[in-house]
């Protein structure tokens, strides 16, 4: 008796556990549903609002027309620098290309002209408040796209060449068109009236993160591939020193932000590709349209002759690295003026960030910053951290390692810091901070409360653009490896910001860093004779 009992108990939990593990399938599958939903109601919810501001701001179209008066003007000295190149040939056929394959036969257009028999491009007017009058960004050199581009380059910024390989190498089909099923923003961004005013965002497009959907009507209709540019997702952080900073108590998981005593970090991202509009990057420099468009042409090797011919195209996909925003706790508290906000802006050093190197600050300052920013939202504020693939101060990883080394050969001095560099690559620093305050328009930014750096360059690109800086924090003395000294204390002298004392000159003359014959030694100390 007492062995069908067990027998029947036995039965009883086995289909107890099935049930609890279908229920367990069945709320995956349902909360798998669910986010599908919210995507597409992000999705949605953005278009809505971009249809509703554009109904609104419609009265704004005589001052719009103001300024394409003045754009008017400005299109002489671009046309001028045109008239020096080659005008189109008379015979030009004006036939799509065959691109179906790579071939000897395939015809090759090198470039294009305005009013070229069959070019067409499809309108643009860059801050344009709607959003199908502004346009979609389009440079495909798709058969059924060529035709139609508004834009010169190609989407993926670096990684476009990679694009050409696998397509040379027959790996990816150059018919192929992305299917953007479940790919929608993960949250809802904006809009902002900042996305509509030509002079306040010039680097990247405000529409990207929903082109695909904003101009599906172009797509399908015209046979017309729109890409993004801009991508939303949300995801999960690990540090080690995250750990760290919970261990000391600096950090407090709430299960929301900081979701664990391992310092995991619940994050929202966004990538940024380049899009530049070549009118507005030219004012931010300083210089003219036609300058501009001339030295890219030739300081790329003659990449993009449509630089040249093509005045009547004003965007501009370069193959430059892009961004990527980490916003920690509510995304909507960015824009909040009445909530903190802790921001800071950092330039890529792939040596520190990722590989942990000493000789400069450039990981600690960014731990820092995004310990700074989770504590700003745990306490109902806002946090985010900005990071530009601007590798080496945009010399580059090869210029950088050759000014290591004549750091290192030499007595490696404070005083000499920028010297070294300016020797070899002939400036200091080519990040132009002039283009990175867009990315806070876009975002709907209009203070920091702290700014968690101490770049000059940074502080004075973002205040230019009317955005207030309220408090500048540094990054703590304690975090400062020993041979980052000789960083730093170059760049306070030459004005970076502190709280702290500035050296002289002859004083950086005595702040030096650690010698190769140094590290051999260390070496030789750890592993014996």
Known sequence: MSTEASSSSDALLKEILEGMNAMRKENVQL?????????????????KQLKDQAKAEADAANDHAKEKSKEVESEKTVEAVSQQYEQPPTNIDSTPPRRASVSKTSKIILT???????????PMEWGHEDYNKRGPVVVSRHPGTIRRRNAIGAHGGSYSIYHALAV????????????????????????????????????????????????????????VEIRPTIAITKAHMKLPELENSVKAGRLVPDGKICLNASGELAVTKVAVEPVWYLPGVAERFGIDEGSLRRTLFEETGGSYPELITRHDIKLFLP?????????????????????????????????????????????????????EAVKEAQKGGSGVVIYFRKEGRALGEVTKYLVYNARKRGEDRADEYFKRTENIAG???????????????????????????????????????????????????DLIPADGRVEIDAKIQAGYFTTG?????????????????????????KTGP
């Open 31 to 47: 909360a798998s549903a669910i986010d599908t939903i919210n995507g597409r109601v992000n999705m949605l919810a953005g278009v």
């Open 112 to 122: 294009s002209y305005p009013g070229q028999a069959g070019v067409d491009p499809l």
């Open 168 to 223: 040379a190498s027959k790996d990816l089909d150059i018919d192929h068109k992305p299917d953007f099923t479940n790919t929608e923003p993960a949250v809802d961004l904006g809009p902002f009236k900042q996305w509509h005013d030509k002079k306040k965002i010039v680097a990247m497009d405000p529409f990207g993160h929903l082109s695909p959907w904003l101009y599906k009507s172009t797509m399908d209709e015209e046979d």
């Open 319 to 371: 193959p430059i690295g892009g961004l990527t925003v980490y916003i920690f706790g509510d995304p909507a508290k960015m824009s909040d003026p009445n909530v903190r906000l802790a921001l800071r802006v950092h330039d890529e050093c792939n040596g520190s960030d990722v590989f942990g190197s000493d000789i400069c600050t450039c990981r600690p300052y960014l731990i820092f910053g995004v310990e």
């Open 501 to 525: 004392p500035v050296m002289t000159m002859a004083e950086l003359a005595n702040v030096k860093g650690r010698g190769w014959e140094d590290i051999d030694q260390q070496g030789q100390d």
């Open 427 to 477: 400036v200091k620093d080519m990040r132009f901070q002039a283009l990175m305050p867009d990315i806070l328009h876009w975002l709907g930014i209009t203070k920091i409360d702290r700014m968690l750096s101490m770049s000059d360059m940074k502080h004075d690109a973002i205040v230019d653009q009317g955005i207030p800086i309220h408090e500048r924090v540094p990054i703590p003395d």
